[in-house]
Protein backbone atom coordinates (compact mmCIF):
# COMPACT_ATOMS: atom_id res chain seq x y z
CA UNK A 1 0.00 0.00 0.00
CA UNK A 2 1.32 3.67 -0.57
CA UNK A 3 0.01 4.63 2.67
CA UNK A 4 -2.46 7.83 3.35
CA UNK A 5 -1.74 10.10 0.51
CA UNK A 6 -2.57 13.90 0.97
CA UNK A 7 -2.66 16.78 -1.78
CA UNK A 8 -1.99 18.89 -2.24
CA UNK A 9 1.64 18.81 -0.61
CA UNK A 10 1.49 23.02 -0.34
CA UNK A 11 -1.44 25.31 -1.09
CA UNK A 12 -0.56 28.94 -1.12
CA UNK A 13 -4.31 30.80 -1.42
CA UNK A 14 -5.64 34.48 -0.67
CA UNK A 15 -7.40 35.68 2.40
CA UNK A 16 -11.04 34.97 1.27
CA UNK A 17 -10.96 31.94 -0.90
CA UNK A 18 -11.94 28.43 -0.39
CA UNK A 19 -9.35 25.60 0.55
CA UNK A 20 -9.85 22.11 -0.26
CA UNK A 21 -6.92 19.76 1.28
CA UNK A 22 -7.55 15.97 0.54
CA UNK A 23 -6.90 12.61 1.92
CA UNK A 24 -6.94 9.04 0.71
CA UNK A 25 -6.70 6.52 3.86
CA UNK A 26 -4.78 3.55 3.73
CA UNK A 27 -7.20 0.51 2.03
CA UNK A 28 -9.37 -1.32 4.48
CA UNK A 29 -8.49 1.72 7.42
CA UNK A 30 -11.80 2.43 9.08
CA UNK A 31 -10.91 5.42 11.05
CA UNK A 32 -9.75 8.38 9.57
CA UNK A 33 -8.22 11.37 11.13
CA UNK A 34 -7.58 15.05 10.37
CA UNK A 35 -5.02 16.94 12.03
CA UNK A 36 -3.50 20.62 12.48
CA UNK A 37 -0.03 21.58 13.00
CA UNK A 38 1.29 25.08 14.48
CA UNK A 39 3.86 26.38 16.21
CA UNK A 40 1.81 27.98 18.65
CA UNK A 41 -1.13 24.97 19.16
CA UNK A 42 1.52 22.44 18.55
CA UNK A 43 -0.40 18.95 16.89
CA UNK A 44 -4.39 18.90 17.63
CA UNK A 45 -7.11 16.47 16.39
CA UNK A 46 -9.68 18.56 14.47
CA UNK A 47 -12.22 15.80 13.69
CA UNK A 48 -12.38 11.73 13.00
CA UNK A 49 -14.46 9.48 11.11
CA UNK A 50 -15.31 5.87 11.73
CA UNK A 51 -16.74 3.76 8.87
CA UNK A 52 -16.74 7.39 7.24
CA UNK A 53 -19.38 8.66 9.47
CA UNK A 54 -18.16 11.88 11.91
CA UNK A 55 -17.45 11.06 15.52
CA UNK A 56 -16.12 14.04 16.85
CA UNK A 57 -15.81 17.08 15.31
CA UNK A 58 -15.07 19.35 19.02
CA UNK A 59 -11.18 20.05 17.88
CA UNK A 60 -12.85 22.13 14.21
CA UNK A 61 -12.00 25.68 15.36
CA UNK A 62 -14.87 27.53 13.47
CA UNK A 63 -18.09 27.29 10.86
CA UNK A 64 -15.28 28.00 8.10
CA UNK A 65 -13.89 24.88 8.76
CA UNK A 66 -15.99 21.21 7.16
CA UNK A 67 -14.77 17.72 6.99
CA UNK A 68 -16.56 15.29 4.53
CA UNK A 69 -15.86 11.87 3.94
CA UNK A 70 -18.26 10.02 1.30
CA UNK A 71 -16.36 6.89 0.88
CA UNK A 72 -14.01 4.42 2.48
CA UNK A 73 -11.42 5.87 -0.10
CA UNK A 74 -11.94 9.76 0.54
CA UNK A 75 -11.78 12.39 2.79
CA UNK A 76 -11.67 16.42 2.48
CA UNK A 77 -11.33 19.10 4.80
CA UNK A 78 -12.57 22.47 3.34
CA UNK A 79 -12.07 26.12 4.87
CA UNK A 80 -14.16 28.82 3.54
CA UNK A 81 -13.25 31.87 3.79
CA UNK A 82 -9.62 30.76 4.51
CA UNK A 83 -8.11 33.44 7.01
CA UNK A 84 -4.16 34.04 7.56
CA UNK A 85 -4.19 32.09 11.13
CA UNK A 86 -5.24 28.79 9.28
CA UNK A 87 -1.70 28.87 8.22
CA UNK A 88 -0.86 25.23 9.07
CA UNK A 89 0.04 22.30 8.31
CA UNK A 90 -2.58 19.69 7.99
CA UNK A 91 -2.10 15.84 8.47
CA UNK A 92 -4.70 13.14 7.18
CA UNK A 93 -3.99 9.58 9.41
CA UNK A 94 -6.08 6.57 9.64
CA UNK A 95 -6.08 3.18 11.63
CA UNK A 96 -8.12 0.16 11.38
CA UNK A 97 -9.64 -0.75 14.72
CA UNK A 98 -9.18 -3.70 17.06
CA UNK A 99 -9.82 -4.72 20.04
CA UNK A 100 -6.19 -3.30 20.81
CA UNK A 101 -3.86 -1.22 20.09
CA UNK A 102 -3.99 0.23 15.65
CA UNK A 103 -1.14 1.96 14.63
CA UNK A 104 -2.01 5.66 13.15
CA UNK A 105 -0.35 5.98 9.71
CA UNK A 106 0.16 9.47 8.76
CA UNK A 107 0.50 11.60 5.54
CA UNK A 108 3.17 13.68 4.43
CA UNK A 109 1.05 16.42 5.18
CA UNK A 110 -0.34 20.00 3.51
CA UNK A 111 1.06 22.77 4.18
CA UNK A 112 -1.28 25.56 3.87
CA UNK A 113 -0.38 29.72 3.43
CA UNK A 114 -2.84 32.01 3.71
CA UNK A 115 -1.68 35.60 3.03
CA UNK B 1 -8.96 15.57 29.64
CA UNK B 2 -5.99 14.11 28.64
CA UNK B 3 -2.60 16.44 28.30
CA UNK B 4 0.75 15.66 27.48
CA UNK B 5 3.70 17.93 28.17
CA UNK B 6 6.81 18.20 26.86
CA UNK B 7 8.92 20.64 29.08
CA UNK B 8 11.87 20.97 26.87
CA UNK B 9 11.55 23.02 23.52
CA UNK B 10 14.89 21.94 22.21
CA UNK B 11 18.27 19.66 22.87
CA UNK B 12 21.19 19.39 21.13
CA UNK B 13 24.08 16.87 21.32
CA UNK B 14 26.59 15.50 20.10
CA UNK B 15 26.60 12.70 17.88
CA UNK B 16 27.18 9.20 19.30
CA UNK B 17 26.14 10.83 22.61
CA UNK B 18 23.39 9.38 25.06
CA UNK B 19 19.98 11.92 25.24
CA UNK B 20 17.18 11.68 27.11
CA UNK B 21 13.59 13.55 25.82
CA UNK B 22 10.78 14.23 28.88
CA UNK B 23 7.12 14.21 29.00
CA UNK B 24 4.62 14.02 31.61
CA UNK B 25 0.94 13.75 31.05
CA UNK B 26 -2.29 14.02 32.95
CA UNK B 27 -5.09 11.35 33.06
CA UNK B 28 -7.58 9.36 34.80
CA UNK B 29 -7.58 6.36 32.60
CA UNK B 30 -6.01 3.50 33.89
CA UNK B 31 -5.59 1.56 30.33
CA UNK B 32 -4.02 3.53 27.63
CA UNK B 33 -0.85 3.94 25.22
CA UNK B 34 1.98 6.13 25.29
CA UNK B 35 3.81 7.00 22.12
CA UNK B 36 6.91 8.88 21.09
CA UNK B 37 6.91 10.10 17.11
CA UNK B 38 9.64 11.56 15.54
CA UNK B 39 9.13 14.33 12.63
CA UNK B 40 12.21 14.95 10.24
CA UNK B 41 12.32 18.02 8.28
CA UNK B 42 10.09 16.04 5.73
CA UNK B 43 7.41 16.27 8.04
CA UNK B 44 6.77 12.86 7.72
CA UNK B 45 5.32 12.05 11.42
CA UNK B 46 7.22 8.78 12.57
CA UNK B 47 6.28 6.37 15.28
CA UNK B 48 9.52 5.65 17.20
CA UNK B 49 8.04 3.52 19.82
CA UNK B 50 5.36 2.67 22.15
CA UNK B 51 4.48 1.71 25.27
CA UNK B 52 1.45 0.22 26.94
CA UNK B 53 0.80 1.28 30.57
CA UNK B 54 -0.49 -2.24 31.64
CA UNK B 55 3.04 -3.62 31.17
CA UNK B 56 5.59 -2.56 33.33
CA UNK B 57 8.34 -3.38 31.28
CA UNK B 58 10.02 -0.43 29.38
CA UNK B 59 9.57 -0.71 25.50
CA UNK B 60 12.87 -0.92 23.68
CA UNK B 61 13.50 -0.59 19.60
CA UNK B 62 17.18 -0.81 18.98
CA UNK B 63 18.89 2.45 20.17
CA UNK B 64 15.19 3.71 21.43
CA UNK B 65 14.14 2.95 25.20
CA UNK B 66 11.65 4.53 27.26
CA UNK B 67 11.55 4.80 30.88
CA UNK B 68 7.79 4.51 32.34
CA UNK B 69 7.03 5.90 35.43
CA UNK B 70 2.79 4.94 35.62
CA UNK B 71 2.54 6.76 39.25
CA UNK B 72 4.15 9.54 38.20
CA UNK B 73 3.02 9.78 34.84
CA UNK B 74 6.34 10.23 33.52
CA UNK B 75 7.54 8.55 30.04
CA UNK B 76 10.50 9.68 28.86
CA UNK B 77 12.52 8.59 25.56
CA UNK B 78 16.41 7.77 25.82
CA UNK B 79 18.43 7.36 22.76
CA UNK B 80 21.80 5.81 22.72
CA UNK B 81 24.75 6.22 20.08
CA UNK B 82 22.75 9.32 19.01
CA UNK B 83 23.02 9.50 14.94
CA UNK B 84 23.01 12.73 12.73
CA UNK B 85 19.69 11.04 11.02
CA UNK B 86 17.83 11.33 14.66
CA UNK B 87 18.08 15.12 14.07
CA UNK B 88 14.34 16.06 14.15
CA UNK B 89 11.04 16.87 15.97
CA UNK B 90 10.30 14.52 18.80
CA UNK B 91 6.68 14.16 20.05
CA UNK B 92 5.11 12.46 22.93
CA UNK B 93 1.60 11.18 22.61
CA UNK B 94 -1.21 9.54 24.53
CA UNK B 95 -3.72 7.64 23.24
CA UNK B 96 -6.99 6.13 25.94
CA UNK B 97 -7.07 2.09 25.25
CA UNK B 98 -10.39 1.49 25.13
CA UNK B 99 -12.81 3.95 22.98
CA UNK B 100 -11.54 6.10 19.93
CA UNK B 101 -7.79 5.70 18.98
CA UNK B 102 -7.37 9.56 19.05
CA UNK B 103 -4.06 10.91 20.13
CA UNK B 104 -3.12 13.75 22.13
CA UNK B 105 0.29 15.29 21.44
CA UNK B 106 2.67 17.34 22.98
CA UNK B 107 3.96 20.22 22.27
CA UNK B 108 7.21 18.76 21.28
CA UNK B 109 11.27 18.54 21.43
CA UNK B 110 13.75 19.46 18.69
CA UNK B 111 16.09 17.53 19.22
CA UNK B 112 19.30 18.29 17.00
CA UNK B 113 22.56 15.92 16.87
CA UNK B 114 26.11 17.62 15.98
CA UNK B 115 28.51 15.96 14.12
Known amino acids: DAGVIQSPRHEVTEMGQEVTLRCKPISGHDYLFWYRQTMMRGLELLIY????????DSGMPEDRFSAKMPNASFSTLKIQPSEPRDSAVYFC?????????????FGQGTRLTVV | AQTVTQSQPEMSVQEAETVTLSCTYDTSENNYYLFWYKQPPSRQMILVIR??????QNATENRFSVNFQKAAKSFSLKISDSQLGDTAMYFCAFMKRQGAQKLVFGQGTRLTINP
Open chain 2, 51 to 56: QEAYKQ
Open chain 1, 93 to 105: ASSQSSTGYSEAF
Open chain 1, 49 to 56: FNNNVPID
